[in-house]
């Protein structure tokens, strides 16, 4: 890894700082309230937290480094233990080996020679990469990135302790701003300092991380969106919890890891924006587990709030842990005997009931919940056989789907009618006005198909009285299988989602998704870096001009233009 490397030896102990986020932010203590979700049409998805994503919600950067993973001089991950305490730092090191954590990587223009101030508690040395340090003291270091010199460029920053010692490890590692902060009665803003806020009413970065929590920029970005679903900070996929004593701590050195984001965290940033939290329960999570998290909701959901609850998510997915896992449950129960997916929603049905019904208990009723069952768009036989089980229909209060348009592509002749079609054709089928011989070999996932696909679902829904929203939703232009590193093919679909004609095909999905519900359409999702893997960001990075982000110009058009009924 090329690499401007400082050595930097640690001499002695600092007094510990608080490492918890306060439930309160100082913000909401001091009166200040968010207005701009206010009847707004949509909620977003949050991408999830990690070095590579692209958006960036925590003062303190550390939380969204990678957990550490042991290296030596010759190798980067050298696949050995490493001793860590129950927050994750590192308590010793063995002979020779190195803790690294890398801090970002990706090529946002945002981050060039962008400077930070690394503090931390504890005697050893350290080593960064692809920094340069500019000042230092005895426990910290004032840090320039290199620069970012185009879309091509993959900037990797690591932080790597290749001392400690064990009686005072190096710990509590905190990477924020190195100047700055709020005011109180504006926390979507930074300012420079005291001088422009109202008397007592700053907080720097640098003292009160641990309670402002969140990047101004970041509350800026997302200011607008009436549900905050949390799905990806839960890292709800393939989750490992089962117990409460498993979640993730704000005291923890990273939020990045599978045990994901603190539920408190989630919380508190609903609360600030006044938006409704919308939380996946992991598969494996035992009843105790629900109910301390019900209690937890209890004490912390924000005066006006309802918690939107789910059962895990896209259960009937295959390509998840949680599908093979409740597939060998239904199985064990014997919950039908041949159709294992008509078993598997049944399943999902079930455990969805109990979870509700423990909620319930533990909050006293469920008028601040929203209880959420889902299943796949274009299968209304899975909707009905979810609702109809032991009357699940009675203790649902929305159900979703995620109508995606466009369409996960693994065909050669898929590829080839696509590089044919160039990007007017892709927008032309988006339409519905494809050839017919074009529609039949893209298959699904025009705006047309899309639309019959919600009419549907709420048709199926209509007769119970339950309400029809979309947990995820959005473009889904996505080469798989065979065709993934077709890279013709993916700069294809990344120009098709850069072209400015994609907001008016937003705007016209957006609008015939309100034809046939009145429910917000919670986007996946806000602010994300495109891949073949996807090109799910409305906005690719945070500094990215609206002008040149037409799915994120589309969605603020829409909220703007389209506000739910009073």
Not at 144 to 165: A, E, R, S, W
Not at 246 to 260: I, K, P, V, Y
Not at 460 to 487: C, F, K, W
Request: proline fraction near 6%; glycine fraction near 6%; charge should be positive.
């Amino acid at each position: 890894m090329a690499a401007a490397v400082v050595a930097l030896a640690v001499v002695c102990a600092l007094a510990a700082t608080a490492t918890s986020a306060a439930s309160t932010h100082p913000s909401l203590a001091a009166g200040w309230r968010n207005a701009a979700n206010k009847r707004s049409p949509l909620g977003t998805n949050l991408a999830g937290v990690s070095y590579w994503t692209a958006q960036y919600p925590f003062v303190d950067h550390m939380k969204m480094a990678g957990a550490f993973l042991s290296g030596s001089a010759a190798a980067w991950d050298d696949g050995r233990p490493l001793d860590l305490d129950t927050d994750g730092n590192v308590k010793r090191l063995a002979p020779g080996q190195i803790a690294r954590t890398v801090v970002f990587a990706g090529a946002d223009p945002g981050l060039s020679k962008k400077k930070f101030l690394l503090r931390w508690q504890g005697t050893g040395k350290l080593e960064f990469g692809n920094v340069q340090v500019l000042r230092r003291t005895a426990h910290s270091a004032l840090l320039q990135l290199q620069p970012v010199t185009g879309p091509d460029t993959n900037l990797i920053v690591n932080i790597n302790i290749v001392q400690t010692l064990p009686t005072d490890p190096v710990r509590a590692l905190r990477l924020l701003p190195p100047s700055g902060g709020i005011c109180t009665n504006n926390p979507l803003r930074t300012v420079a300092s005291a001088a422009a806020c109202p008397a007592g009413t700053y907080r720097s970065f640098d003292a009160h991380h641990a309670s402002i929590v969140f990047n101004p920029e970041f509350l800026e970005d997302v200011k607008r969106y009436s549900v905050l679903r949390f799905m990806d900070w839960a890292s709800t996929n393939n989750s490992p919890l089962r117990s409460w004593s498993q979640r993730a701590l704000r005291s923890h050195q990273f939020w990045s890891t599978d045990r994901g984001v603190p539920i408190e965290a989630m919380l508190s940033l609903a609360n600030l924006l006044g938006a409704d939290p919308w939380l996946c329960i992991p598969h494996l999570a035992d009843d105790a587990f629900v109910t301390a998290l019900s209690k937890l909701l209890k004490a912390q959901l924000g005066v006006g709030r309802k918690v939107h609850l789910e059962y895990s998510n896209e259960v009937w997915n295959g390509q998840f842990q949680q599908t093979q896992w409740a597939l060998a449950q239904a199985d064990a129960l014997k919950l039908h005997p041949t159709d294992r997916y008509t078993g598997l929603m049944r399943f999902y049905s079930r455990r969805s009931q109990q979870i509700f019904r423990l909620v319930a208990a533990a909050m006293g009723g469920h008028t601040r919940l929203r209880r959420v069952m889902a299943t796949q768009a274009v299968v209304p036989y899975f909707t009905e056989s979810i609702l109809a089980w032991e009357a699940a229909r009675n203790l649902t209060d929305l159900f979703a789907i995620a109508p995606y348009f466009g369409n996960t592509w693994t065909e050669p002749a898929q590829a080839a009618a696509l590089k044919r079609l160039g990007v007017d054709g892709v927008f032309a089928w988006l339409d519905g006005k494809a050839s017919a011989a074009d529609q039949k070999v893209l298959e699904y996932g025009s705006l047309p198909s899309i639309d019959a696909v919600v009419a549907a679902q709420a048709s199926v829904l209509r007769p119970l009285g339950i309400p029809l929203t979309a947990y995820e939703g959005g473009q889904h232009l996505l080469a798989a299988g065979t065709l993934h590193s077709d890279s013709q093919l993916n700069a294809l679909l990344d120009a098709v989602n850069r072209d400015p004609r994609m907001k008016g095909t937003y705007l016209r999905y957006l609008a015939s998704w309100r034809s046939r519900t009145a429910q917000p359409m919670v986007h996946f999702v806000h602010c994300d870096g495109w891949s073949a893997w996807g090109r799910w960001g409305a906005e690719e990075y945070p500094s990215q001009p609206r002008s040149k982000a037409p799915k994120l110009d589309a969605l603020l058009t829409y909220i703007a233009t389209r506000p739910l009924p009073v």
